[in-house]
T-cell receptor, first 115, second 109 residues
Framework: DSGVTQTPKHLITATGQRVTLRCSPR?????VYWYQQSLDQGLQFLIQ???????AKGNILERFSAQQFPDLHSELNLSSLELGDSALYFC??????????????FGPGTRLTVT | GIQVEQSPPDLILQEGANSTLRCNFS?????LQWFHQNPWGQLINLFY???GTKQNGRLSATTVATERYSLLYISSSQTTDSGVYFC???????????FGPGTSLSVIP
């Protein structure tokens, strides 16, 4: 158990809908990362938050947004869902020292199926 | 951006055999990690190794940062080692995380 929790584990929804994925980092970790893993794209970095602020942005679609709350949990919002958004979504957290982040610990993932 | 390559893409081993997995990256990096994704999809942190050598039981890793590669050694492989091994790099803590395509390992009894 990495200490990172994600809910829900599975989500099935229809095209055009909106969903919210939730992540709680390990105790004390200030950084949260979101990733998408699909069969054809591999593991893709979406976005990183550090202590509530966006720090790095990857291949995140405009239909997707994220935020990190004062209690450090994070949510990834996916809207206007398409079939191609079906994937495993991972959250990871990382400890930091003087602004530098180190090893990442991954949650169990949320499997999203868009029908 | 940084390109990350992993080799070999697929590997089949007899239980008890040793193997070396390689990760090449195209630019200097501050962070490098190795992960194992087991057949149930869980991503497990193996090593945080931006440089130097580390060992953990039957696994060890070496990163030669000046030559832009990292190696993961698996000795006396077991069926539970099966899965996909990824390396991931960051140029700095403010940059995108780039994952390699992975090496798919199957250990057969």
């Amino acid at each position: 158990d990495s200490g990172v929790t994600q809910t829900p584990k599975h989500l099935i929804t229809a095209t055009g809908q909106r969903v919210t994925l939730r992540c709680s980092p390990r105790s004390g970790d200030l950084s949260v990362y979101w990733y998408q893993q699909s069969l054809d794209q591999g593991l893709q970095f979406l976005i990183q938050y550090y202590n509530g602020e966006e720090r790095a942005k990857g291949n995140i679609l405009e239909r997707f947004s994220a935020q990190q709350f004062p209690d450090l949990h994070s949510e990834l919002n996916l809207s206007s869902l398409e079939l191609g958004d079906s994937a495993l979504y991972f959250c990871a957290s990382s400890p930091e020292d003087r602004g530098n982040t180190y090893e990442q610990y991954f949650g169990p993932g949320t499997r999203l199926t868009v029908t | 951006g940084i390109q990350v390559e992993q080799s070999p893409p697929d590997l089949i081993l007899q239980e008890g055999a040793n193997s070396t997995l390689r990760c090449n990256f195209s630019d200097s990096v501050n962070n490098l990690q190795w992960f194992h994704q087991n057949p149930w999809g869980q991503l497990i942190n193996l090593f945080y190794i931006p440089s130097g050598t580390k060992q953990n039981g039957r696994l060890s890793a070496t990163t030669v940062a000046t030559e832009r590669y990292s190696l993961l050694y698996i000795s006396s492989s077991q069926t539970t080692d099966s899965g996909v091994y990824f390396c991931a790099v960051e140029k700095t803590s403010y940059d995108k995380v780039i994952f390699g395509p992975g090496t798919s390992l199957s250990v057969i009894p």
